[in-house]
């Protein structure tokens, strides 16, 4: 069945755990069944469990309150400074040869679907702690102050690895998407 795909894969993107990717799935395809009577049809059907799923995703992390590998920050801090010394020039503005390429129609791109299906090829190449800080934001909607409190860190650390996160993947779907286009 693809819903029960794309929803395992969405789970393991954000879990980056097979197993808690398996049960949050299952535990979010048990709910559908069983709460089916409240399913209005306002929303399409894989909306709904999508819904469903991102809120046992939420749960699960929330509960789980894992702490971040200082470590592994410190060696991303690092590596950030060097990518942006590669990007920038000392004011912060695009060196010459490194300013992103003209990106078309983003409306139309972001329709189709096979920008989604490199999307996740990009997401899944970002650190796990990168990734992870990006999808609580932007696919759980979780607010700063919860990400920083859920993964135990700073409100500067949480800005500057969704700055890592969106550098990442802009420069992935340049690479991968956009550039293949011109």
């Known amino acids: 069945m693809g819903l029960r795909r794309d929803m395992l894969r969405f789970a393991e993107l954000q879990l980056r755990d ?34 469903i799923l991102k809120n046992k995703i939420a749960d699960h992390l929330r509960q789980r309150r894992r702490i971040v590998d200082a470590a592994s920050l410190a060696r991303e801090a690092a590596d950030e400074a060097d990518f942006d010394e590669h990007l ?5 503005f695009w060196r010459p040869d490194e300013h992103p390429d003209d990106w078309g129609n983003p409306e139309s791109t972001f329709a189709q ?27 759980l909607g979780f607010d700063t102050a919860e990400i920083c409190r859920e993964l135990g860190i700073a409100t500067s ?26």
């Open 113 to 139: 679907h096979q920008f989604w299906a490199v999307f996740e090829i990009c997401l899944t190449q970002l650190p796990d702690n990168t990734a992870r800080v990006f999808m609580m934001r932007e696919f």
């Open 88 to 92: 920038f020039d000392r004011k912060g």
């Open 157 to 182: 650390n949480c800005h500057v690895i969704l700055h890592r996160a969106r550098m990442g993947l802009r420069l992935c779907l340049d690479q991968r998407w956009f550039g293949s286009e011109g």
């Open 18 to 51: 097979p197993a808690a990717a398996e049960d949050m799935t299952q535990e979010a395809l048990a709910a559908a069944v069983s709460g089916q009577a409240r399913f209005s049809g306002r929303a399409a059907l894989k909306t709904w469990v999508f819904a």
